[in-house]
């Protein structure tokens, strides 16, 4: 299927490993253009070399000029940015009974404010040619809360929400914002948080693996470039008339509707 985004340039935060690496290669895989992000400087030139027509920057995206450092480069190199899509890690775990206000504050700036200054300083360009894709990498945790990741489900429904407002008054333009939840994933940081667990437990890493995958109505987590690809769909031409809404990849995991 061509999803008719060949030429387009994609910005894909946090693409350096996991599910933000696998989003940035199944756009490439589609002839976009793509900005890799990351912390890792080098990381992100070295995946960058391996995809068709990409760059690669290293940056903090919580830093001061982070947001502003990526557009500029991605403009510099290829233009205008046709696709955002916004991902970065959650807030630390933690208990309802374990927050304080300092800790909300933390993790709605860091999950909020970056994310909403990206929109900010490509939405303009993104209305004015009258086509633009706005994707979040989020988590199943804003339709069904988690209780070890309270800060998590205070921020993340928080950023939702801000997305959900903004489909409605961009969709007039040709400019769709969605969001994509992920449920169980095998990544480079699953494999190393179940090692950490086996480490701390005693128990054979295989065995927490398959306790965790049965949980999951699939019986398996999803592999990367099975999420990759439904982002790929939402970023795409054929997904125009698609805004406003969460969709889950998850096997099934969560119990509602």
């Known amino acids: 299927m061509d999803l008719k985004i060949a030429g387009r340039t994609a910005v894909v935060c946090a693409s350096t490993s996991g599910l933000g690496e696998g989003v940035a290669r199944a756009l490439a895989a589609e002839g976009a253009n793509v900005v890799v992000t990351g912390r890792r400087a080098e990381l992100a030139r070295s995946i960058a070399a391996q995809l068709p027509s990409a760059i690669g920057v290293g940056v903090d995206m919580m830093s001061d000029g982070g947001p502003e450092q990526i557009i500029q480069a991605a403009t510099e190199a290829f233009g205008s940015v046709d696709i955002l899509v916004l991902n970065g890690p959650g807030p630390r775990p933690a208990t309802a009974l374990d927050v304080t ?38 988590a199943t945790n804003i339709v069904e809360p988690l209780p070890a990741l309270a800060l ?106």
């Not at 800790?103 to 004015?128: C, F, H, K, N």
């Not at 690809?229 to 969709?247: E, I, P």
Request: proline share 3%; hydrophobic share 45%.
């Open 101 to 138: 206000t300092e800790d909300i504050g933390t993790a709605m700036a860091s999950v909020i404010q970056p994310q909403q200054r990206l929109v900010s300083l490509v939405l303009d360009g993104m209305r004015e040619r009258g086509w633009g894709r706005i994707l979040a990498v989020s």
């Open 152 to 257: 998590s489900n205070i921020a993340r429904p928080a950023l939702a929400g801000y997305l959900k407002t903004l489909a409605t008054q961009v969709a007039p333009e040709g400019v769709t914002v969605n969001l994509l939840l992920a449920g169980g994933f095998r990544t480079a940081r699953r494999d190393a948080v179940e090692a950490t667990k086996a480490a701390r437990t005693g128990r054979p890493a295989a065995e927490i693996q398959a306790e965790e995958a049965a949980e999951v109505p699939m019986r398996r987590f999803g592999a990367v470039h099975e999420f990759a690809a439904v982002a790929a769909f939402l970023c795409s031409d054929l997904s125009s008339y698609v805004t406003g809404t969460a969709v889950r990849c998850d096997g099934g995991l969560v119990h509602s509707l």
